[in-house]
């Protein structure tokens, strides 16, 4: 029978600080377990604690079956708060049974639930073995020290995820001792929502009994700042399996994830920055990859030189400190404007940091930084507004040449203040950014040279002419690639005539330019003798083969793989007709003024260096008001469409054409260029137009010096006829001077041809090839001053070369100008 406490116990009988003393949870768990249960029963604390109570138990207590779950709280019910005592038969670690008397009495937690303190002594001694007993009484100070010692912060909770025990370092990190702690929950003590992950992991490993690993970033209420912790949850079992608690061991991996993100970043930056040869680009991508990984928020200023590409000159001693705010970051929207001008005094971290060369990291509160502020007031209202707390000055500099300086700030008041390691990493990722900034300063040195010396190569002007009204685009890649060869001209040729001229060399950059200022000349050149198309082009080859053989001086090559498309026409208004010419270009295309656009199937020669190969020449008759478009093949060729779905857009815009020739050229550009090109692009349009009979005059004329005198009264009445009696002396000495040269050294037949366009031309056409040239005369010649005459009276004057002779021209200017005489 069991019995209180009091009717059952001898008398002068009482339980002291050397009896077995064991504490339960409400459930019947063991939570505690003294020196003397040790002894008592050979289990050290270890291997007790976690096990319930039941398991002791060799033979039910009286009354009471030892299967109950609920055994302590049946006899609390039996007994009520006074508790029980009785003998019970204990089973010990051996298996061997141990009869002593039990005391057992509801113990209260902080929760308000009952648990139980036991209490037994043996009512005969127990003999244990030396060596077993020594070890286990080694064994429990021992996992005591281990655990209260351990230099991790680790705590065990019961299975409803409620503290049950920590040691010192995790009491330093929560700031609350075991006491405090005991029985809340994680969230209780710090309701930071990033506890909230921690916690129902523990909740899951006492369900599941399976370990668990948790990374976290947070602050805990023993550290100032955010650390970086590894989190390994594990289930305490008991022999059976069961989970009776839950172990937490945190490690503060802090440096290590420092370390690793340091080096994660550096490879980000080493991946991002740079990827163009854009000044403004590359440092924006140094300030996205520094927010939010280094600061808040980071300012990349530069010297407007570095913008321009030019290279910057050294910063004078003394002066305030002037850069341009090229990018910014945030995490938050800021108001801080890319652009405007940002001036630093000499005490300014920016400065100081580029007359040192060294990057320098500050509290908000240093006083180098309090005197800045001071002296400027708009970073001053800046730095109330946002609360910057810490800040870093890393210099930009490339080849020991100053560029610019960043400016890294953190504005988050639970980050802690920049450390050494931060600042290498500022410096490494400065110290990238400014080799790509400054390779895309020199990249914007370079462009600008060759757009510069491009542009003066190409037409300054359309000069005047009354052939063609025309209009011109050129556009220099947009690629990495840079300038290139890609040209067009209007020439004016004798009789009204005009050339029209597109090429494109191969290759970018100042060699491509200065090619295509070469083979510009050697048009320009070759058309003033008035070749056809296709002997042009065969001139123009064997100069391109001699430039890239080095064949003119012998020397080494400058431009082993020069090569060069060309396509050359030439209009004259007068007949209407068009002689064009190619050497490996894109065919030009033709709107007639019906609106049907074609393009003209040409014989298209080899590319211009090949050599060995004829061209061949085309000529047609275009309709007044005929449109043609020449252009490269940067026009018709990008990277999401082949050639002939260029040649169908181009046919789509042209067909679209207005009366404006300008408009013109913006409405293809448009329409085949989305944003800037890959390659090269020239663009000449011309719309044809035509001199009617009443601007031309010519006669056939004998070879009879007496024509001479008819030549001259012929030219008077025309000129008379035109209102241009004021050039009738000089015109009728030209001719004169013309005819007789052709009777006295040429074979007839004999043309003589007055043409009013925007200067008087005089032609005069014979069936000879010999050309006249200008002679001094002596004194005592007695001819020879013809030709010198004819030069001296003139505008110009030259000679041309047909299929069936030749024909000498001169050109008289109009008076005010004159009338450009078209029909």
Request: some cysteine.
């Amino acid at each position: 029978m069991d019995r209180p406490a009091t009717s059952d116990r001898e008398p002068g009988e009482t339980f002291d600080a050397g009896e077995a003393v064991a504490v339960t949870d409400p459930d019947g768990v063991l939570t505690g377990w003294s020196s003397g249960a040790q002894r008592l029963l050979g289990y050290a604390a270890g291997q007790a604690v976690g096990r319930p109570v039941t398991e002791l138990l060799a033979s039910p207590a009286p009354g009471i079956a030892r299967e109950e779950p609920a055994v302590l709280a049946a006899l609390a019910a039996r007994v009520g708060q006074e508790g029980w005592a009785g003998r019970v038969v204990l089973r010990a670690r051996d298996g061997g049974p141990v009869e002593c008397r039990l005391r057992v009495r509801p113990l209260a937690d902080a929760d308000g639930r009952t648990g139980w303190l036991l209490e037994a002594r043996p009512t005969r001694e127990r003999h244990v073995p030396q060596e077993e007993a020594a070890d286990d009484r080694d064994s429990d100070p021992l996992l005591r020290w281990s655990f209260d010692q351990s230099p991790f912060a680790l705590a065990i909770y019961d299975t409803q995820g409620r503290f049950a025990r920590i040691n010192a370092p995790m009491a330093r990190q929560l700031e609350a001792s075991e006491a405090d702690l005991r029985g809340l929950r994680i969230t209780e003590h710090m309701p930071d929502p990033r506890f909230k992950g921690p916690e129902q992991t523990i909740d899951r490993v006492a369900v599941t009994g399976v370990p668990e690993s948790v990374e976290n970033y947070v602050r805990v209420p023993g550290e100032p700042y955010a650390h970086a912790w590894v989190v390994h949850v594990d289930p305490l079992k008991d022999p059976a399996g069961r989970v009776r608690g839950v172990q937490v061991a945190a490690l503060d991996f802090s440096e290590q994830s420092a370390a690793r993100e340091r080096l994660a970043l550096l490879n980000e930056a080493s991946r991002r920055i740079g990827s163009s040869l854009d000044v403004a680009r590359t440092a924006q991508e140094m300030a996205d990859v520094a927010v939010p990984a280094c600061a808040d928020f980071v300012s990349v200023d530069l010297l407007d030189a570095v913008l321009h590409g030019d290279e910057p000159a050294p910063i004078p001693v003394g002066a305030p400190l002037v850069l341009r705010r090229t990018a910014v970051r945030a995490t938050a929207p800021l108001l801080v404007e890319t652009g405007a001008l940002a001036r630093y005094p000499e005490f300014s971290p920016l400065e100081r940091c580029l007359a040192t060369g060294r990057a320098s990291r500050h509290r908000i509160t240093d006083p180098e930084i309090v005197r800045w502020l001071a002296q400027d007031p708009d970073r001053a209202v800046w730095v109330d507004q946002h609360r910057p707390h810490a800040l870093m000055a890393v210099p930009l500099r490339a080849r020991g040449v100053n560029l610019g300086a960043a400016l890294f700030t953190r504005l988050d008041p639970s980050a802690p203040p920049y450390t050494e390691d931060d600042l290498r990493v500022a410096e490494e990722i400065a110290a990238r950014a400014a080799v790509c900034i400054d390779n895309a300063r020199r990249y914007t040195r370079e462009r600008t040279t060759t757009l510069a010396l491009q542009h003066s190569l190409l037409p300054q002007g359309i000069p005047e002419q009354a052939a063609v009204d025309v209009a011109g685009r050129y556009l220099p890649a947009g690629s990495q690639a840079g300038v290139g060869g890609d040209w067009f001209d209007v020439i004016p040729l004798s009789g009204a005539r005009v050339a029209l001229v597109v090429g494109d060399v191969v290759g970018h950059g100042l060699h491509a330019s200065a090619a295509m200022g070469r083979l510009r000349t050697a048009v320009r050149t070759l058309a003033d003798v008035d070749l056809p198309p296709d002997e042009l082009l065969a001139h123009l080859d064997d100069l391109v083969i001699r430039l890239s053989t080095g064949l003119e001086t012998g020397a080494e090559a400058p431009n082993a793989d020069l090569g060069a498309t060309c396509l050359y026409a030439v209009y004259d208004p007068v007949s209407r007709r068009c002689t064009l010419a190619s050497a490996g270009h894109p065919w030009p295309a033709l709107v007639t003024p019906d609106g049907t656009v074609d393009f003209l199937e040409l014989p298209t020669g080899p590319p211009l260096g090949l050599g060995g190969l004829p061209f061949e020449s085309v000529e047609m008759e275009l309709p007044e008001g005929s449109l043609l478009a020449l252009y490269t093949d940067g026009l018709i060729e990008a990277r999401d469409h082949d050639v002939d779905a260029g040649l169908r857009a181009l046919r789509t815009a042209l067909a679209d054409a207005v009366p404006s020739l300008e408009t013109t050229c913006d409405i293809v550009l448009k329409a085949l260029l989305d944003g800037r090109p890959a390659d090269d692009v020239a663009l000449l349009v011309a719309r044809t137009r035509a001199l009617d009979s009443r601007h031309i005059a010519e006669w056939e004329l004998p070879a009879d010096p007496a024509v001479v005198a008819e030549a001259r009264s012929l030219t008077a009445a025309q000129l008379h006829a035109w209102n241009l009696d004021e050039l009738d002396f000089v015109a009728e000495l030209v001719v004169s001077e013309l005819v007789t040269n052709a009777i006295r050294h040429a074979a007839p037949p004999i043309q003589l041809r007055l043409i009013k366009d925007r200067t008087l031309i005089c032609e005069v056409s014979d069936a000879s090839s010999t050309a006249p040239h200008l002679r001094r005369a002596r004194i005592l010649d007695e001819g020879g001053r013809g030709l010198m005459l004819v030069a001296q009276l003139t505008e110009r004057w030259g000679t041309r070369h047909t299929e069936t002779g030749k024909t000498i021209w001169a050109e008289l200017p109009l008076p005010g100008g004159g009338d450009p005489g078209v029909g």
